[in-house]
């Protein structure tokens, strides 16, 4: 256990989790406070058979921890840094604890990297909604049924109802049901779901929701504030075409939903909204977005409402049970699960009206009757005066991916089918079709496969066709229990115009502050975001926001994302892709850098302030005005030997020197201090380079 070395210093045996190592007291204890200073009163020791010391810890990790102890330096080559920041809180180690927290804080700061855009806090919370729409008593208590009571609903445009045994371990964390009343009514300041269009966000909470509107010179202000609701919201939708349109006061519109009822406000110019109605739908609202000016909300039980701006007119109609859907232009596609495509022109109402009925066309037919899963629509430029050219990505229940074209001539003939792919083995649960790429996502744990797509005069060409370009896995743990059932504010996208780079958002567990922001088509990561706050992400959404008009019409893409405590932060993505795939600048120190610096000073052991020291300071307060600056910095050196002389520590000089041999490749400064006397346990080590790093930051500011 413990020994006598031939030069006076007790050996001590260790027995760390089976691995043994043996050093001498002074190393382990010349920190007071640690684990190993309070030796034989710490409860952590076990004698062994061996008569060594046992600790039940990773003797991976703690063998740097031991040459830290020994030679106060750090190599952190080959070492999990969280891992040994974790060990090093447990033994107590506090310069090396407060070493790694400032090589962790290096590039992290509470105003955010390069990307951080702007910070908004939570709103106050509002007033409740009394009015002949307000949801009381026995209505109240059918909505806080539990979940396993509610029927499954589509979290996304293109999720389906049912993925099987697909995709187990995003599923993991929904094994606990909570009862009623659970989720989000517990935490009502979190934000829920995000929503933006142009230059306006909506923020939804558990009960209420916020639009911000940016403005040129301003930024981002609070334009509208609804009522706190009596139900939790599980949707929402905006719509802000621009003030003074054609539509006038509902020019801009933002609508709620939860279970089968849908409020709708109109966003008036000064700042203030109007509530215009509550519109029902019947059955469990799961889609809920605009199309132009009309409101659309789809049901998975084969319902959808619209509402249109014109008329001021709420009409449904029952169609096939409706599992994706999609909008381009004026154009309204549902994906359903006899396998069929429908479509309706929402731009035509209310001219093309049949017996008070939407009038919902078939548009193709898959050759399997698989359930369409997923749908994706591109239209491309007008190549004549007859139309667009409509290209329609969808996916199946199976796992196939399909793609299937419309000529602007042969509009009476319905789609052609244009390829298929056979190559995921669960149901596919997005796809986009862009300009350049085609990507399809499956339930396996949100397995992407990515294709090139080729085209001539903008349309789609079989010359050379569609190529692989990569295979990838977003990994995102989802807990549908953590915000009462809904999950729709954390789709991983992707986001983005079909005419530029899109990314997926990943976040890896549902409690985590770090958002990784991933290129769509190759899964290359763009950057990384983290909190300012340390508060964790609960929502997030990519949104582009027009220019100034004083510096260019292009747009500019941010990212938004709510936090836990109510707040919204906003981050540069255009930036960031402008950025990617060059060479880091040679500002600022690397890790292994900052390590070194830390390395000149104690960062937790301030030396006792003594005569000499005092002395010191005030000799360099009157010589350091005068003279020139390398009078100045000689002062400044001859006044650094006076503070520390080597008779007052003589036992820490010979250390440091020994450390720096060690450096150098001479001898270990632990060898020395086993042939030396053992010092006089009530006297710590000071400092002896701390007054190196004064005279460091002094010279600085002389320059």
């Known amino acids: 256990m413990a020994a006598r070395a031939g030069g006076g210093a007790e050996l001590v045996q260790l027995n760390v989790g089976g691995r043994r190592f043996s050093t001498s007291r002074q190393t382990l204890t010349w920190i007071p406070d640690s684990f190993f200073s309070r030796y034989p009163q710490q409860e952590g020791f076990v004698e062994s058979e061996e008569s060594a010391i046992f600790i039940d810890r990773d003797p991976d990790v703690f063998a740097p921890i031991l040459n830290f102890l020994r030679t106060k330096e750090l190599d952190i080559r080959g070492t999990n840094v969280l891992l040994l920041l974790h060990e090093a809180q447990f033994y107590g180690i506090t310069p090396l604890v407060r070493r790694l927290q400032l090589r962790e804080e290096l590039d992290q700061s509470s105003c955010g990297s390069v990307l951080f855009s702007g910070y908004l806090p939570a709103p106050v919370f509002p007033a409740k909604r009394w009015n002949r729409h307000s949801v009381t008593g026995a209505q109240l208590a059918v909505r806080t049924v539990s979940l396993s009571e509610r029927a499954l609903v589509r979290r996304s445009n293109t999720m389906p109802p049912n993925l099987g045994n697909a995709g187990l371990l995003g599923r993991m964390l929904l094994l606990e049901e909570r009862g009623p009343g659970a989720g989000a009514l517990n935490d009502p300041g979190a934000v829920r ?225 244009f390829q298929t792919f056979a190559v995921h083995r669960s149901p596919v649960t997005r796809v986009m079709l862009s300009e350049r790429h085609l990507i399809s996502v499956c339930a396996d744990n949100n397995h992407v496969r990515t294709w090139t797509v080729t085209r001539f005069r903008g349309m789609i060409s079989t010359q050379p066709g569609s190529t692989p370009l990569a295979s990838f896995k977003i990994l995102a743990l989802e807990s549908v229990d953590g915000l009462g059932g809904c999950s729709a504010g954390t789709d991983i996208g992707p986001f983005g115009e079909r005419e530029d780079q899109q990314v997926f958002l990943q976040r890896v567990v549902p409690d985590a502050s770090k958002l990784y922001v991933r290129l769509s088509s190759t899964g290359k990561r763009v950057c990384e975001v983290c909190s300012v706050d340390g508060t964790a992400i609960t929502a997030f959404v990519v949104q582009e926001c027009e220019g100034s008009s004083r510096i260019g019409p292009r747009p500019r893409r941010y990212l938004f994302t709510g936090h836990s405590n109510g707040s919204l932060q906003m981050w540069d993505l255009t930036t960031a892709l402008e950025t990617l795939g060059q060479a880091p600048g040679a500002g600022g120190l690397s890790e292994e850098e900052l390590l070194q610096e830390l390395g000149h000073c104690d960062l937790a052991l301030p030396g006792p302030s003594s005569p000499s020291r005092a002395a010191s300071a005030s000799l360099e307060r009157r010589r350091v005005g005068a003279g020139n600056f390398v009078e100045r910095c000689q002062e400044l050196a001859r006044s650094s030997e006076l503070a520390q002389p080597e008779s007052q520590w003589p036992g820490h000089s010979r250390e440091l020197g020994a450390g720096a041999r060690g450096r150098g490749g001479g001898g270990h400064p632990a060898t020395q201090r086993h042939a030396s006397p053992s010092p006089a346990p009530a006297e710590p080590s000071p400092p002896a380079a701390s007054s190196r790093v004064r005279v460091k930051s002094r010279l600085k500011s002389l320059a």
């Not at 929402?236 to 933002?254: E, F, I, K, Q, T």
């Not at 069929?340 to 017996?355: A, C, E, H, N």
């Not at 004549?384 to 050219?389: D, Q, V």
Request: charged fraction near 15%; hydrophobic fraction near 40%.
């Open 193 to 417: 779901l995000l929503c933006g269009h142009h230059n306006w966000i909506a923020v939804a909470y558990a009960q209420f929701l916020v639009c911000y509107r940016m403005k040129e010179t301003s930024g981002w202000q609070l334009a509208f504030c609804s009522p706190r609701l009596d139900w939790v919201i599980e949707r929402v939708a905006l719509n802000a075409r621009g003030l003074g349109g054609s539509l006038g006061d509902h020019d801009n519109m933002v609508a709620a939903a939860s279970c089968s009822e849908i409020l709708l406000w109109a966003l008036q110019p000064e700042g203030s909204g109007t509530e215009i109605g509550v519109f029902h739908l019947g059955v469990p609202v799961e889609g809920l977005f605009f199309v132009g000016s009309q409101l659309i909300a789809t049901s998975h039980t084969g319902k959808i409402g619209v509402w249109n701006a014109v008329t001021r007119h709420w009409q449904t109609q029952d169609v096939a049970p409706i599992n994706s859907y999609d909008a381009a232009g004026s154009f309204l596609l549902l994906g359903c699960n006899n396998g069929s495509i429908y479509y309706v022109d929402v731009q035509k109402f209310p001219l093309r009206m049949k017996d008070n009925d939407l009038l919902v066309t078939e548009l193709s037919g898959a050759p399997s009757e698989d359930t369409i899963t997923a749908l994706s629509v591109y239209l491309t430029p007008k190549s004549s005066n007859n139309g667009n050219w409509i290209e329609i990505a969808y996916g199946t229940s199976s796992g196939l991916v399909r793609v299937i074209v419309q000529h602007p001539e042969t509009v009476g003939s319905g789609p052609q089918l």
